[in-house]
């Protein structure tokens, strides 16, 4: 337990600026932010400040030597007003892998839940209630400590930072099986959410949209043979109505909404494999009609149909599909998230 | 060219508080920075002001996605106080690399080389003239601008920033070839010098030195087989009078002292290969005695001699020897550094 989070206000609130009806993903911030410092071997205890510019000194190592990881929540908001997490444990967990990864000092769990339904409740007022709103809650942590050599800092910041935001995709998505480039190597970062993740796949990705696609699907790094990750999603296929995603290795991220989705499946009587799931045997797929869905899933996502996928300049269309797993358990999910159904996972946990 | 790079000087010198004969490496700055933004577009003229803290936003997506790139290069002064730099241009070549790999704009040539030689005019006098030190210069860049988008950036900063040092290794050097981690996938970023290639070194590194090395000799990441390059440094061995080093590819830096060193190897009659090196290779050229050397070439660490390799456990210690290609190699590297002898290479550039 983290005793009396200082809190400093903001003097003004930005709120009434912003037009919560047209929503981007993540470009809005709320009025304050919590902030942490890992100094002298301890975490200090989290405060509360008006959100704003951090100061780093130009030898900091976040600048050269990419100690930098983050987390991706979402708050939600139910009809009553109630403020709700998703398996928020999940992410501290996951924050604290990541951390170990990056030989970062890892984060006690009062510091990371207290600090979040501290900030949480009060910016409450900037949770969205439109349909496919949510607040954005993106905790990150990164090394202040300073120096030119390659070793890790001596100082470190945990900020929690909150973007009322829209849908992160709009339209159908389409997506490119990768043969050239890689995400992860084995033995690698790939399975924690380090910032350097991310900047690799840009260049790959911008490939892609030129090519007329909206992300790349990540393969193996060896042969590019197995089918891995989307940019920021797992990857689920529907082939002969058996829902199917790849086993989470040192390459992929453990996403919290894919586990959730498995259990899910479950519960729904879904068939579910989790295996390797090669190019080879989804093309085929395609070409013989027994692929009947892909899909992405993340929690900034959430659940995201794709609509058709290219590999070696080829465009394979998905059908249009009633009744289609990816609706269904799109709908299961965010029901729980926003408390609208019970949920008989205890994964809703209440802020306010 | 960039035309008159605008100086705001700083109000007082911090150059008489540094014991010039007691520098370690990377933790002593002067007092200027360059600093250059990239915004609507294009590049900025770079300017020079006082060394000081960077303030960013807190949705800047160096914190976030890892778009950050680094090069390291040195200043050396001669007996006459002439001020040179060692093949900049090559720096300024591999960061547009890393910046194209990274999907980050590349910077124009009179940028970096105007602002580079204008800052290092202006900071002559930090330049130590002691044996092993010299002024360390870290030209660096990175995401400034904000967003919780997975997607590169519309702004960029690029700084120079200036470290008197002393050596970078003290004492002998005793690596761990890697098993299990891995720095650098197929495809990947590997020889981009990219800050999330080195965070992701760290925790490996850090179970190494536990078990007494200091370095980690990286191994492909497919079967740990083949010799890669280590932290800082690409590698060379020396077997039955051959110099050898692994080719580079994508997952490995493209050093400039590497490359200079098989220069200057041809030119001086070593006989050097560059081929895959395996695991095995070097592990029984040890035990039958013909791997007479290995040492480390980097910018930072000049070209260190590796007195023991550690393999599944067991140990290898490297024979003393008389007249080492490392120590032959290092001086004739160092003296064209430090205009101490004939440069046939033209590698060194006059600054003032
Ligand atoms: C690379 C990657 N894969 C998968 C996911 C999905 O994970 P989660 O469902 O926990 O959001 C994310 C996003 O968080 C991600 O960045
Ligand atoms: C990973 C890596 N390999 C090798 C090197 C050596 O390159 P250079 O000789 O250009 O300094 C460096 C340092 O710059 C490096 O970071």
Request: aromatic residues 12%; contains cysteine.
């Amino acid at each position: 337990m983290v005793n009396n989070i200082s809190v400093e206000k903001a003097a003004t609130s930005k709120i009434h600026n912003v037009d919560f009806d047209n929503l981007s993903f993540g470009n809005t911030f709320t009025d304050h932010m919590l902030v942490c410092d890992y100094e002298n071997g301890a975490w200090n205890s989290p405060k509360i400040v008006p959100y704003g510019p951090i100061a780093l000194e130009p030898s900091s190592k976040i600048f050269h030597y990419g100690q930098s990881i983050f987390e991706g929540m979402k708050a939600y908001k139910d009809e009553a007003d109630g403020v709700w997490l998703f398996r928020p444990l999940e992410n501290w967990k996951r924050l604290n892998k990541s951390a170990k990864r990056l030989a970062i000092p890892e984060l006690p769990e009062s510091h990371f839940m207290d600090g979040l339904t501290s900030l949480l409740r009060l910016e409450k007022d900037w949770i969205p209630k439109n349909p496919g709103s949510s607040l954005y809650v993106r905790p990150f942590m990164f090394a202040s400590g300073t120096g030119f050599h390659a070793s890790p800092a001596d100082k470190y910041k945990f900020i929690i930072a909150l973007a009322p935001s829209g849908a992160y995709f709009s339209g159908k998505v389409k997506v490119k099986i990768e043969e050239t480039y890689s995400r992860a190597a084995n033995g690698g970062v790939g399975y924690a959410k380090a910032g350097g993740n991310y900047a690799g796949q840009f260049y790959p990705t911008q490939l892609a949209v030129e090519e007329g696609y909206h992300q790349v699907i990540w393969t193996d790094d060896n042969n590019h043979e197995f089918i891995e990750e989307a940019g920021a999603m797992n990857v689920f296929v529907r082939i002969n109505d058996t829902l199917i995603t790849a086993p989470t290795n040192d390459r992929i991220l453990d996403g919290i909404t894919r586990k959730s989705i498995l259990d899910i499946a479950q519960a729904e009587g879904i068939p579910a494999e989790v295996r390797k799931i090669s190019v080879k045997e989804v093309v085929e797929a395609a070409k013989n009609g027994s692929l009947q869905e892909m899909f992405g899933a993340g929690t900034a996502a959430v659940v995201s149909p794709i609509a058709a996928f290219g590999y070696k300049g080829v465009d394979y269309e998905l059908p249009e599909i009633q009744n289609s797993y990816a609706s269904q358990l799109k709908k299961r999910i965010t029901d729980i998230q926003y408390n609208r159904a019970e949920d008989s996972f205890g994964w809703r946990f209440k802020v306010s």
